[in-house]
């Protein structure tokens, strides 16, 4: 019993060497786009034998962190930090930013995250481009011009020469965030015989408005040419009639 004991809590224990952890778990640091904040990664080696341990940045698209080194060997019951900075691009948006950094050895990875929250004046923009209409849809792009995340709503209001506009109820489209755009359509029959505007009004939280509109001339072309025949049809046999002599 005591040896399979032992041999549970042997295979349990750490690897000589091994017994090993980060300082903290969370990193958290605030800055202004354009600034280059410092701070540290620890790591504490408890084992009897000194430790090589690796430290990676996250891949792109965050490459804002860097680390003063790679690798860093620490002795037995020693702790070492590796310093690093993080460079915010001067035309970060602000808003709260997540990474991690992760450190390995004995086979163990543990992460430590940081949490970057970027400063600055929220400007809320949208515009309203490539409005169409074809096959019983109109097509637009709505598109985050601002610095801010945004749910956009969206209404569409028919007006035409004959009978009262029509506004259909706006509704939310999925949250958009800074710089990005998104290609929507909206259902809408057209009629058989009129002029008509169509508005895209596209409003967000912060009195973000953007509008836009196309006009579309809608004819009834088989009716019209069926009107149309007979009286051409006449005014030809007329001109092509031949003249009395003397007449």
């Known amino acids: 019993m005591r040896a399979a004991l032992a041999l549970v809590l042997a295979l349990a224990a750490p690897p000589p060497g091994a017994d090993w952890e980060p300082g903290r778990e969370y990193v958290y640091l605030e800055g202004g786009p354009g600034t280059v904040l410092e701070d540290r990664v620890s790591l504490t080696n408890r084992g009897t034998e000194a430790l090589t341990v690796e430290v990676r940045t996250p891949p792109a698209p965050v490459p804002w962190i860097a680390l003063a080194t790679g690798e860093v060997t620490i002795p037995a019951r020693t702790r070492a930090e590796i310093p690093f ?25 543990e992460p430590i995250r940081v949490h970057l929250r970027v400063s600055g004046p929220k400007v809320p923009a949208l515009t309203v481009e490539d409005v169409s209409f074809s096959g019983g849809l109109v097509h637009y792009t709505v598109v985050n011009r601002g610095n801010t995340l945004l749910s956009p709503r969206v209404s569409l209001r028919a007006d035409g020469l004959f009978g009262a506009p029509v506004t259909r109820r706006a509704h939310e489209v999925r949250p958009l965030p800074p710089a990005r755009r998104i290609a929507l359509t909206e259902r809408w029959d057209p009629p058989a015989l009129d002029r008509v505007e169509l508005r895209l009004d596209v409003t967000a939280a912060g009195g973000v408005h953007a509008d836009a509109t196309v006009t579309k001339t809608f004819l009834p072309w088989p009716a019209l040419l069926l009107t149309l ?19």
Do not use: D, H, Y
Request: no cysteine; aromatic share 4%; glycine share 12%.
């Open 85 to 109: 900075t993080v460079t915010v691009p001067a035309n970060t948006p602000p808003g709260e930013r997540t990474a991690t950094i992760t450190a390995s050895a004995g086979g163990r990875t």
């Open 229 to 247: 025949l007979p009286p051409a049809f006449l005014w030809v046999r007329l001109r092509r009639r031949p003249r009395r002599a003397g007449g």
